[in-house]
Structure formats: structure tokens, C-alpha cells
């Protein structure tokens, strides 16, 4: 079960301006900050609880996505995963490692942090991986079995997309509380 | 067997002729990945099948410091001219007379989710759009929208485009009857029609069921029908007024009246007489010459209703013109639930002002429409869900799209309403003024559209913001305007029928572009969008929301009661109006405003086209910036005379204003051309003509042949249609001149047309 779409999204626990954000994502164009081919930025702040304000590239679109009223930073890759990304862990990883690269760079020029405590993978793949009790079943397997060096360590993984079969499966991932020694 | 492609997945859902098509399709993208197919053949395939370009896909992108390549890994490829194969396109998805169903809507939020942005973009023919798509995606994405119905065949290219009908058919309270039959059956009548393939241009077709309201806005339409009855024999029966030629573009023309009184068996074959026609003799080489105007007015119209008429005669027979017409019913839906009222239970919070601007009264009592109003023609994939959700539990299947970039529900019985308001809120789409002011109407513009100049969406946004901010104390005349925005001078956000619009264009200053928009005023949406308003200025992007206020404040002001804005434009005159936003027109110098340089939404330095601009050379007035002023008070003296009634006046001043904006361009090389207009006609057309500097990237020479036609061939009588046309092409012309002047100017470095002035 390898989905050929990630998307990825490390939520923010305050509110955004993403008026503020639009130079900031210009500006990452611009200097060639992100991983992958960024191509423009689209604005959809107008829409309520809709994909914010996005970087559209040709492998993946980062964002600051504002879906179901919880803002986060989000990195989709869509297409031409590397010949090495050959499993769901390899894509997960590299997905992982994009959003958190962009969540570094967000932290940078505006402060924002992201969430460390949890995070969602979304595979908007329903060829590959449709919104099934099976697929969770094999993802949760994967996340837990494969990509725990990755990630870091996990401490729940919730299906939240339930059983509705028109949406995409979707998992939020609760990390393992950090342990003092 | 494990399925490992939609292709497979699919292959029992898909109707097998439209499956055949799709996988055509995809062996066409093969083959022009194997480099069989030339970039013309392809391209036009392509665009056949609704899978349109998108800014950036030449493979440039001016980032806000420099214009720089994007390295896309296409290694060569192309899927057209100048169009890099994995750069990402538009997939226009036809969606006829706007009508679908909460499964379609699924679907299409799950394509918006998978291959897209999350947004589908409802367009102003009703179309539905998804950006950002790869073309190899596009195979999988039809055959996805098939099995439920959908094709997207000949939403672009020289084809027959959606067909577009009033969202209120068979509720409406003042309709003659339910176009709904007849706009289906035409649709799939014409759609892959032998006679409708070998077009120089596109062909776009409307339906509405009443003359005076906007219904389906017919009169801007290649062919359009007016519904309306008569007792024959003392029963009732249908007909159609026919109106064909009919365009906004950017050169408005108004539909003229090809027959009146058609029975409904005959509109069919008519359409059919049309098309043959149009294919057979309509311009071919010449695309701006070659949609169906253009034809009737070079024919003339009894010349080309004589042509119909005599093809029509030797049409051979098809059961097809007629067989739909048995199952025509008087109602061409079934609500759901029974009719009920309101029954005096407790509203939910914000109900009111929804109730009174978002829900309309359909003539079957008990029974409401309700416009779900969408910011930009946006709705996201997640709200699609929620809304087909609703529409399943009130209303079954009506869902339609409206050309105003909208969603209405149809049959929702009135108990429901603030149940389906709540339900809507809780999605974010219950927000009131449906087709009022803050109800605003945009093309895609710069953010997506490879024709774009200025930010249509951007200032869209920025005047919603600003309207909804103040909306509970903007008077009722205000509430009630029509604004459109299109990002260029094709007419694509309708501005041309609004009451206020505009038009992108750009004009140079210190040697840098300054985004602007053309301000249309006094178009009329009613009567199918029954009159065009006119330009009366360009003014800075960043200046349009004061004149916005200084214009409608003035309107509130002044009308006499129950005046429409169309008709205070009328009395107030344009001239008035032009001293209203004159001190709005200047552009102030980079050091003190640098923000003027840039457009709403987009913090980048403006660029026209990605092409760099020079370093800035100081405070400087070039002769250009001087004579081309010239030029344009010569065409709004010409809309004075229009104004006026002074139709030969009017279309001699704008003819002189084309000349003097020629002269402005050709002073910059040759200080002596004088004032001879046949010297200076010379002198352009050997100048910038022939060379093709006067040529706009996609409009090609266009606007230049406009003042070479209107030199060689003065009119041999002047009506008030020939003057308006005259005004609309010397405004055109004039923005090309400001084009041309910056293009050369950029191509020499700073300031490359020798500046006498500095």
C-alpha cells in the first residue's frame, strides 16, 4: 500500500495572520528556501476553514492550511518521489522532513511554532489507499513498525476521516510523552 | 485480481463511447511524449478536452526581484506552443446550464483534493474549474468525472462551449417555461456534432425563460433563446425568440434577432443551420476575426438569416431534432419534501438578513431556492462534502451553478430554512448579500490566467473585505450594484455588464509598471444583459476602492428615487463622472508610494508579461507619457458625444484618438512625422505593424488593425453601434499603445525609447 499522495500537517495552537504570510511565502520563493520546484502562491483566505494560503510547487504545495478551524503547516507531495521513496516509510519521511522544514522557516521569519505533541498524515490517494478500516489498519502497522526512527516515538495513532468513503484517510498521529531520565 | 488503475476501476461505470474518448486521449498524450504529435494538433486535442494552460507554463515567473526560469523537468516537452508539458494547467469541467447533482459534487471535491488545490472555482458560464492540474492527471480525472456523468469534452477550443441556462428554470416566478429540456438536449445534441468541429473559433450558447430579467444573459451570446408561449388552436404552445452574434470580449457586440416565434421542434436543426454555416464560412485564419460576429457583421444580418434559412432547407433528417420533445414534462424536477411556511418557530442568529437578500420565492408555493454565495466563485473540497451532504437531506438533486460564480439549492421547502441556514453556517456558507454589492464577480486574473494583467481576484477581495466591513450603513442603492472584475480587456468577469466594472490594464511610470484597472460604468445586467457600459478612465489598482466610494456615494446622493445606476450614468453623464475620479488618475512616484507598484494580494513589484524592467531613471516624463495623453482625451471626448447622441462626432474623435496614439508611438523615433493621418497610418503600420512591435502576445495584431480597417475603409453611415464599437477599439488601441511603449522600453534596458523630455 504505497500512496503516490501525502500530504502532511503539523498543527499551530494560535491564531495566524496569513495576510502577514503572503510576503513571507514570496520571499521563500524568491531566496529558493524550500525543498522541491516552487512555482507561485495562491491565496484562498477568503474561503472559511478552506487550504489558507499556499505555495504551489511540482512535487508538493506547502501551506498554512486553516481545514476543519485548526491551522497548521502543511506539505503535500503529489508527484515524482525520488527512486529511493519506494515504501510508505521513505514517503513518509521525506514528506515529514519538508512540512518540518517549512515549520522551521515559519518559526524564523514570524515567530510561529508548531505543536511537537501530535500531527496528521493525510493520503488524498483513493486509488492506492482508500478511506477503509483495512488501509487504516496497514498504515497504523507502517507508522508504528517502520517509522517510529523517523517520526520520533508514537504514542497513538487515530483514525479521524471515520468511515466516510468519500473522504480521504485520514490519521492523527499523538506522540509518546517525552520521558526525563 | 488487484486493480491497480482507475482505467480499470471504472471501465463498467463509464459510458463506453465517452471511455473510448478518454483513452484516445491518453494515447494522444503518449504520442506527443513519443514527439508524434505536432504542438498544434496536440494543443488544440488538449484544449477539446478542457485542459487549459495556466500562468507561468511558458516556463517564466518574475519572482519580485528578477524573472527567472522554472526548472521544470519536462526536458523539452511541450503539450502546446510555448507550453511546458509538466507545467502545472486549468481543467475546465462542463457543467451544463449549471446543473448537478451532490454525487457530481463529490466527486469533483475529491479530484479538487487529489490533483488540485482543494478549490473548485465555479466560472461565469457556469463551468467549474480545478487549477494547478498536471496534464498527466487529466486522463484519470475524466474518467473519474465520467462515471458520474460529467465529460469535459469541448469546454475549451474552436468547439461549442458550455451551455449556459437561468439557475432559476422551472421555479421561476416570471418565466414563460422550464428551459431545462431544451438547453440538455442541445447540449448533447451539438456536443461532437460533425457540423460543430471545423469552427475558427468558439461558440458559446445561452438559454434563459424570460426576456427582462439576467436569466442566461443571451444577448452576449454567438446564439441565444428567449422563452415564450402563444395559444395556437387554443392550446398553449412553446417557442423561442432566436438571437445570434452576440459577444463581450473586447469589443462588446450586442445579439441581434435572428427569428422570432421558433417553434421548439425547429431550434434544434436551426442551431444545427448555424453551425453549418459558421464552419463554412466563418474566418479561419484570423482568430480575432473569427467568432460569429465577426461573420454577421461582415454578411450582414438578412444575408446570413438567409443562409440559415436555406441550409436549414437542405439539412438532411434527424430523428434527434425532435424525439427529446416527448419527454419534456411540465416539471422537470421533484422536490423532496412537501411544501410547507415558515411557521413562526425561532430563527437562528443571522437568519434575517440571509432570509432577505439569499432565498427567493419559487412559483411553487412552500418551496424556496437559496443562493449559497461564494467568495470568488471559491467553495473547498471539505464544504463541497457538507453541502452535497444538505442537499441530499432538503432537497434531493437540484444543485446548480450560477453565472454570478455561485451555488443555489432549489425546492427547499420553507420550514427547512433555518434548519439548511444553520447547516450551511456551520460550513461558512451562509453568508448574506447573494448578487448584491459585496457579491462580487472575478475571472481568475494574474493568480492563475496566462492572458491576465491586472489582479482581478486581489482587488475583488479588497473591496468584499471593505464593502462587508461597512455594509450595515451603505445605502440600499449601493447594496443593490452589480461589480465585476475581469483582469484583462477579455471580458471574462463580465465587467461590460455591470453596473460598476473593471478591466485590468498597466501604465508606466518612472520606467516601472503600475498596475491599473479601466473603470466600465452603466452596463445593465437585466434584460440578459441588455446594454453595455462604457470606459470613462484608467486609475491606479491601489486607488480603485476611493473612486469605488467617491462614485457610489455620489450615485446615493444624487438619484431621484427608484433611479437605477445604469440610468443616473445616463442623466449625470460621463463627463461628471470623469471629474469624479480625475484626481484619482495620477500616479504617484516610487519614492513616495512604492505600494502603487505592486498589486492587491501580490507584494511582488508589477511586471507586465515577466518581462524585466529597467532601473529606475529618475523622475522623468517621457513624450510618449505626453502625446498618448493627447490620445486619450480624444476618446473620452468621443464617449461625451456618444453620451450625447453625437454618433458621427463620437466615432470621428475615437478614429482620431487611434491616429494620435500611433503618433505618440512613431514621435519616439521620428519627431517630424507631423499631423497627416495617412503619413502617420503610413508610418505605424510600416513601423510597428509590419514589425510586429504593436502586436500583443496572444491578440496578435488585433488592435493594430484596428486603426489600419478604420483608415482604409471609413464607414459609409454611423449608427450609434458602429460609434460605440469605434470608442471600445480606440480605448483598446490606446491600451496597446501603453503596452507597446513599455515592452520596447524593457527590451532597450532603462528607458530605451530615446526620452526627449529628460
Not at chain 1, 484562498?44 to 508538493?60: D, S, T, W
Not at chain 2, 457586440?253 to 448555424?274: F, G, N, R, S, T
Not at chain 2, 436549414?312 to 420533445?325: A, E, G, N
Not at chain 2, 461589480?483 to 480587456?489: H, P
Request: charged share 25%; hydrophobic share 40%; aromatic share 8%.
Amino acid at each position: 500500500m504505497i500512496p503516490e499522495r501525502i500530504q502532511i500537517k503539523l498543527f499551530i495552537n494560535k491564531a495566524v495572520s496569513l495576510a502577514d504570510l503572503v510576503p513571507v511565502f514570496h520571499g521563500w520563493i524568491q531566496q529558493n528556501e524550500l525543498d522541491g520546484l516552487v512555482l507561485d502562491v495562491a491565496d484562498y483566505r477568503h474561503v472559511p476553514n478552506g487550504p489558507g494560503l499556499l505555495l504551489m510547487g511540482h512535487e508538493g504545495d506547502y501551506a498554512l492550511d486553516l481545514a476543519d478551524g485548526r491551522p497548521g503547516v502543511t506539505y503535500k507531495h503529489k508527484r515524482d518521489w525520488p527512486a529511493e521513496a519506494d515504501t510508505f516509510a521513505t514517503r513518509l519521511a521525506l514528506a515529514v522532513n519538508r512540512a518540518r522544514r517549512a515549520a522551521e522557516l515559519l518559526n524564523r521569519d514570524t515567530g510561529i511554532t508548531v505543536d511537537p505533541s501530535r500531527f496528521e498524515i493525510k493520503i488524498p490517494d483513493r486509488l492506492n489507499v482508500p478511506n477503509t478500516a483495512g488501509s487504516f489498519e496497514v498504515i497504523q502497522q507502517e507508522l508504528l513498525n517502520e517509522t517510529q526512527d523517523v517520526v520520533g516515538p508514537i504514542g497513538a495513532v487515530l483514525n479521524v476521516a471515520g468511515d466516510d468513503p468519500r473522504k480521504a484517510l485520514t490519521i492523527e498521529v499523538e506522540m509518546a510523552p517525552v520521558v526525563a531520565i | 485480481m488487484t486493480i491497480t488503475t482507475w482505467k480499470d476501476q471504472l471501465q463498467t461505470a463509464i459510458e463506453p463511447t465517452l471511455a473510448e474518448e478518454i483513452d484516445l486521449f491518453e494515447n494522444q498524450l503518449e504520442l506527443k511524449k513519443q514527439g508524434k504529435l505536432t504542438d498544434q494538433v496536440f494543443g488544440e486535442t488538449r484544449l477539446r478536452r478542457g485542459a487549459y494552460g495556466q500562468r507561468y507554463d511558458n516556463g517564466q515567473r518574475h519572482d519580485g526581484i528578477e524573472s527567472r526560469t522554472l526548472p521544470f523537468p519536462s526536458d523539452g516537452l511541450t503539450k502546446g506552443a510555448e507550453t511546458i508539458w509538466d507545467a502545472p494547467g486549468m481543467q475546465r469541467i462542463k457543467i451544463p446550464y449549471g446543473g448537478l447533482n451532490p454525487e457530481q459534487l463529490e466527486v469533483m471535491a475529491q479530484l479538487a483534493e487529489e490533483y488540485s488545490d482543494n478549490i473548485l472555482h465555479i466560472t461565469t458560464r457556469q463551468d467549474i474549474q480545478l487549477h494547478f492540474i498536471h496534464l498527466e492527471d487529466t486522463p484519470d480525472l475524466m474518467r473519474r468525472l465520467g462515471a458520474v456523468g460529467i465529460t469535459t469534452r469541448e469546454a475549451c477550443g474552436n468547439s461549442v462551449r458550455n451551455i449556459c441556462g437561468c439557475p432559476l428554470a422551472g421555479v421561476c416566478r416570471t418565466e414563460a417555461f422550464d428551459i431545462t429540456p431544451y438547453a440538455d438536449a442541445m447540449t448533447w445534441f451539438l456536443m461532437g456534432h460533425d457540423d460543430v468541429q471545423d469552427f475558427g473559433r468558439k461558440f458559446k450558447i445561452a438559454f434563459s425563460g424570460c426576456e427582462d430579467e439576467a436569466c442566461g444573459l443571451v444577448r452576449f451570446h454567438d446564439l441565444g433563446y428567449v422563452a415564450k408561449t402563444k395559444i395556437v388552436d387554443g392550446e398553449v404552445q412553446r417557442f423561442f425568440d432566436v438571437y445570434v452574434g452576440g459577444g463581450l470580449g473586447t469589443v462588446p457586440h450586442q445579439a441581434k434577432v435572428l427569428a422570432e416565434w421558433v417553434p421548439e421542434a425547429e431550434i434544434l436543426p436551426q442551431a444545427q443551420a448555424v453551425a453549418r454555416v459558421f464552419a463554412r464560412l466563418g474566418e479561419k485564419k484570423n482568430r480575432n476575426r473569427a467568432r460569429l460576429k465577426f461573420l454577421i457583421a461582415k454578411l450582414g444580418l438578412e444575408e446570413f438569416q438567409r443562409l440559415v434559412e436555406e441550409e436549414r432547407k437542405i439539412l438532411p433528417h434527424d430523428d434527434r431534432w425532435t424525439s427529446y420533445l416527448q419527454d419534456v414534462p411540465e416539471q422537470t424536477e421533484v422536490a423532496l419534501k412537501p411544501p410547507t411556511f415558515l411557521n413562526g418557530a425561532p430563527l437562528p442568529k443571522g437568519f434575517n438578513d440571509w432570509y432577505a437578500t439569499n432565498v427567493y420565492h419559487q412559483r411553487q408555493e412552500g418551496y424556496t431556492t437559496i443562493t449559497i454565495k461564494l467568495p470568488l466563485g471559491d467553495i473547498s473540497s471539505d464544504q463541497a462534502y457538507a453541502l452535497a451532504d444538505i442537499a441530499r437531506e432538503f432537497v434531493g438533486e437540484s444543485l446548480r451553478a450560477t453565472v454570478e460564480q455561485n451555488l443555489v439549492l432549489r425546492w427547499v421547502s420553507e420550514k427547512d430554512l433555518p434548519a439548511v441556514f444553520s447547516a450551511l453556517d456551520r460550513w461558512g456558507l451562509a453568508d448574506p448579500g447573494a448578487e448584491k454589492v459585496t457579491d462580487i464577480t472575478s475571472c481568475p486574473g494574474t493568480d492563475t490566467c496566462k492572458l491576465g494583467i491586472a489582479s482581478s481576484r486581489g482587488l475583488s477581495a479588497e473591496l468584499r473585505d471593505r464593502l462587508i466591513e461597512k455594509n450595515g450603513s451603505l445605502a440600499p442603492a449601493i447594496q443593490d450594484l452589480k461589480v465585476k472584475v475581469s483582469g484583462c480587456f477579455n471580458s471574462c468577469g463580465q465587467h461590460h455588464v455591470a453596473d460598476i466594472g473593471f478591466f485590468g490594464n498597466s501604465r508606466r511610470r518612472e520606467n516601472r509598471a503600475v498596475p491599473h484597472f479601466q473603470v466600465v460604468l452603466g452596463g445593465k445586467w437585466k434584460e440578459n444583459g441588455g446594454a453595455y457600459g462604457l470606459a470613462v478612465g484608467a486609475v491606479p489598482s491601489k486607488n480603485i476602492p476611493a473612486v469605488f466610494d467617491t462614485i457610489t456615494e455620489t450615485y446615493a446622493a444624487d438619484r431621484n428615487e427608484e433611479e437605477t445606476f445604469h440610468d443616473w450614468i445616463g442623466r449625470y453623464g460621463k463627463k461628471e463622472v470623469r471629474n469624479l475620479i480625475q484626481p484619482f488618475m495620477d500616479v504617484p512616484t516610487y519614492a513616495e508610494k512604492p505600494e502603487y507598484f505592486s498589486d492587491w494580494g501580490d507584494p511582488r513589484e508589477f511586471t507586465m508579461s515577466d518581462m524585466g524592467i529597467g532601473e529606475c531613471a529618475g523622475e522623468v516624463v517621457s513624450l510618449f507619457e505626453i502625446e498618448v495623453a493627447r490620445a486619450e482625451g480624444e476618446a473620452f471626448d468621443a464617449l461625451i458625444d456618444l453620451d450625447e447622441g453625437r454618433f458621427v462626432e463620437a466615432e470621428a474623435s475615437a478614429y482620431k484618438a487611434m491616429v494620435l496614439a500611433a503618433r505618440a508611438l512613431i514621435r519616439n523615433e521620428y519627431i517630424d512625422i507631423g499631423d497627416d493621418p495617412d503619413r502617420i497610418v503610413s508610418e505605424f503600420k510600416t513601423r510597428f505593424y509590419d514589425t510586429e512591435k504593436f502586436f500583443d502576445r496572444f491578440a496578435k495584431g488585433k488592435f493594430g488593425r484596428y486603426l489600419l480597417s478604420r483608415h482604409a475603409n471609413p464607414p459609409e453611415s454611423i449608427d450609434e453601434d458602429i460609434a460605440r464599437r469605434r470608442i471600445e477599439e480606440a480605448n483598446l488601441f490606446i491600451e496597446a499603445a501603453h503596452a507597446c511603449d513599455a515592452k520596447l522600453a524593457a527590451e532597450a534596458g532603462s528607458g530605451g525609447i530615446p526620452n526627449l523630455l529628460a
